[in-house]
């Protein structure tokens, strides 16, 4: 799925691209109006996420949150239907969306040296050059998720 979250849960965009889902959030394209917010959606073919009554509506598809913290509303998108599965490899860059390439171990050149020698695979954001590997933050969000969607009834398996 391709979802756009709007300025009031940027704390949603890394979960989200985490289980491989295209996410962009408003403010890294500097978007904040509504009207704004609605036509980037639109243009992009993307579903609203959004804590805005009003704006919901307007939308052709929205998810409308009611919740301010991050696990509640990462509960109601759960309940909305929206996959919650860390993908078994990572797609997305949790900063900027971009696209992942896999990182390949001999490549010391695109290998951060501050990543253990034992740490495979890596991979770099295509974009931003960010690299990220399945460690301690991956761990926690993926416990975090499995947690939401087994209190969602969702059978937990994780990658």
Known sequence: ???LLDA?????ATYLRLCGHDTLYALDRDVEADDAVLALATGEHRS???????LA????????????ETEPQLRELAAAGVDLTPAAEPVHCGRCNGRLARVEADDSADRPEYVPDDVAPVWRCRDCGQRFWKGSHWDRMAATLSDVRESSG??????
């Open 1 to 3: 799925m391709r979802y």
């Open 48 to 54: 609203l996420v959004t804590r805005d009554e009003y």
């Open 57 to 68: 509506t307007r939308a052709e598809r929205s998810i409308l949150l009611r919740e301010r």
């Open 154 to 159: 969702e059978r937990a398996v994780d990658g």
């Open 8 to 12: 009031m849960l940027g704390n949603l």
